[in-house]
């Protein structure tokens, strides 16, 4: 069924979300969430939300809120403002069109235009992206701390709260001992990974190895986004399976990761490969040759959640996902229903809601908006 809507209006705001939690990778700290949100309005005056995920530092990828927000503003908005759509699946190849880079930008621009239709056809995102699955596991990330019994005794309340896998994050010299000591808080039975967010070279090949005692689903993206033959060569060397998430932009890389032996599993942000429509096009071609996709987080507001639990409701999300519920976050969250974990770890699809499933509260909006552009 096709709904034709054209865009009449893009807002984009930034609003400031202290997390609750301080959060730290190998590359930065993250403490107070700037958060990039894109309302769009059609003609018939409909309005819908979406997330550009960039982060305040240039630290996990190229992008910032800055970056975002002038590539939105000068290039992306004009692209689809004013414009007629009759898929959602028209804004990614409208986007690119002269424009490289800027994956989070155009995202958070086709994220909203996804919303905007379910929203008109009044069928759940989940729905119209395919998905099937009624609920979805929930893993948590935890950032890294400052000494063993610190990451052992946090991974332990998180199994107490009913998360479904652990991911730690490591960098080198908080590696090893630190996954040792969670290993040995949590038992063998519990889904234990860890995300280097590419702070390792072939150098550290004979460190790495070391990771392999401890039984762990996989090692996340430990070697620079750029080098997808160098994660092959770890690969041949380490019985824990490598997941990509930065090195993998676009289904075509995907693909290239699969063949060549680099990526045994994938993470799939729809921020980072420029929506949803390229999310769908990774997911296929993963299930395709048989390799497992999971739902990444990049501490989104309950807007960009929204679209993980969607996302995360196709097939080939056979893991459990970092969509943690809003409290793991957020003193108070963006949308409600605030997103929720039950006590045995899944998160509801709300398949039997319209659009997002969840209503943005403009009071709270209001209440952490630092400014606000209508995109012309
Ligand atoms: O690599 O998955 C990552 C957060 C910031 C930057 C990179 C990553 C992450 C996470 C957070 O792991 C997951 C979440 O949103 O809970
Ligand atoms: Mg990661």
Redesign the pocket.
């Known amino acids: 069924m096709s709904t034709p809507i054209r865009i009449r209006r893009m807002i984009l705001r930034e609003i400031r979300m202290p997390l609750v939690e301080v ?1 730290t ?1 190998s590359s930065g700290t ?1 403490s107070d969430r700037r958060a990039l949100l894109i309302e769009v309005t059609d003609d018939d005056g409909v309005s819908a939300w979406g997330e550009c995920v960039a ?1 305040d530092q240039p630290n ?1 990828s190229a992008e910032t809120i800055e970056t975002a927000a002038i590539a939105i503003e000068r290039w992306l908005g004009p692209r689809v403002i004013g414009r007629t759509f009759e898929d959602p699946r028209e804004v990614l190849p409208a986007l690119r069109r002269g424009v490289e880079g800027h994956f989070m930008a155009k995202a958070g621009v086709e994220m909203a235009i996804w919303a905007l239709v379910a929203e008109k056809r009044r069928v759940s995102l989940a729905t119209l992206l395919g998905g099937v699955r009624k609920r979805i596991e929930v893993g ?2 935890l950032g890294i701390q400052d000494s063993p019994e610190a990451i052992a005794a946090r991974a332990e309340r998180a199994v107490a709260d009913g998360y479904r896998r652990i ?1 730690l ?1 490591i960098k080198p010299g908080k590696d090893v001992e630190y996954v040792r000591a969670a290993r040995r808080a949590l038992g063998d039975h519990v889904k234990l990974s860890v ?1 280097a ?1 590419a702070a390792y070279t072939l150098a550290d090949m004979d460190h790495l190895q070391k990771l392999d005692e401890f039984g762990l689903l996989m090692i ?2 430990p070697l620079r986004a750029g080098d997808i033959l160098r994660h092959a060569a770890l690969a041949k060397r380490l019985r824990t399976p490598i997941c990509l ?2 090195s993998i932009t676009c289904v075509d890389e995907a693909e290239d990761a699969i063949a060549c032996g680099a990526a045994r599993l994938i ?1 799939i ?1 729809p921020g980072r490969v420029g929506g949803l429509a390229e999310s769908i096009a990774i997911h296929d071609a993963s299930r395709a040759r048989g390799v497992p996709n999971w739902c ?5 507001t309950g807007i960009g959640r929204a679209m993980n639990v969607a996302l995360a409701s196709l097939e080939n999300f056979s893991l459990p996902g ?3 519920p809003s409290a ?2 957020w003193q108070k969250d963006v949308v409600f229903p605030e997103w929720t974990m039950d006590a045995n770890g899944f998160i509801d699809v709300p398949f039997d809601r319209p659009g997002l499933g969840v209503a943005v509260d403009m009071d709270r909006i209001d209440a952490g908006a630092v400014w606000r552009i209508v995109v012309k």
Request: net charge negative; aromatic share 14%.
């Open positions: 959060f990778i993250e982060f996990y948590i990330s991911k994050k995300d967010n996340e993206q998430d930065e993470n942000k990444g987080g990049m501490l989104e970092d969509i943690s793991r976050y």
